[in-house]
């Protein structure tokens, strides 16, 4: 939102700020054209009333994966269900643009090291990864069938300001900050050799605001990464020389059920079609995060959990 509201663009948000923070907005209505609908995209007078007068709608509203594992039927719900009237809000507003956000989490543990966007065969492991798949048909289907002008991201493992510190909404790098600077070892569940594709928020919303203004990716899928995979280990070593405590070592215990084996993106299609390339390093990423997070927090050692195990399973 921030980079379209510095494109002088008029913004709608429509959000239940379940999760979401209001004072995340702020800065955005204090410098551009910005209307808050709350409520949910399971409502469709909520979804009519946010889409009256747009031109684009960008569909980022989630659950989140670490939720689908103790309630798979609400994540379902959320993420399917709730793309699925977005989609016909779209489509009975004329909406000259839909872009729907997926997610990296479609591919699964695919036997693909380079993740492409047709070549590999996605194979979710978790509801919510099933869930933005869903997403990504009803999207599909909603272009072939109503020729609703679609495109599909699929950002990878976004990391920065604004993330998610506490409870099973906690992301891994806010979470090894929070105990590096407590002195205490970042949890890796598993053996660490987990990775991922990080790419830093800036980056990811410059991709999808390329996205949605690219006519060449409609009915299409497009990855939105920085193209190189980071093992969990090294995200936890680099966590700690940036925060100054390179001494302490990673605490390993019991993998985490549903967790992806490693995610790693073909950036060839956004580079062609996009002319996008991200442009913050890792080191420079978890930098800038670092500086943010301690402006924002005075008193660290009240962020810091007892309990590490950031889901829970449904009861039996």
Known sequence: ????????????????????????????????DVRVVEGSILDQGTLDLAMEGCREVYHLAVQC?????????????????????????????????????????????CVSALLNED????????????????????????????????????????YGPREHERGDLAEVIPRFVIRLLNGAPPIIFGDGTNGRDFTYVTDVARGIALAGDCNALIGSVVNIAYGRMVTVRELAETAARLCGRPEIVPRYIAPRPGDVRTLHADTRRAKELLGFQAEVTLDEGIAHYLSWFRAQHNDVAALLEEDVCNWRMPAG
């Open 65 to 109: 994966v670490r939720r689908s594992l103790g309630r798979p039927l609400e994540n379902h719900e959320i993420n399917a269900t709730g793309t699925l009237l977005t989609l016909e809000a779209a489509r009975r507003s004329s909406v000259g643009r839909f872009v729907y956000c997926s997610s990296s989490e479609v591919y699964g543990n």
């Open 119 to 158: 070549a590999t065969r996605c194979a979710p492991v978790t509801v919510y990864g099933a869930a933005k798949l869903a997403g990504e048909y009803y999207a599909l289907a909603y272009h072939q069938t109503y020729r609703l002008p679609v495109t599909i991201v699929r950002p990878f493992n976004a």
């Open 1 to 32: 939102m921030d980079r379209l509201v510095a494109q002088s663009r008029s913004v709608t948000v429509l959000d239940d700020f379940s999760t979401g923070r209001r004072e995340n907005l702020d800065e955005a209505r204090s410098s551009g």
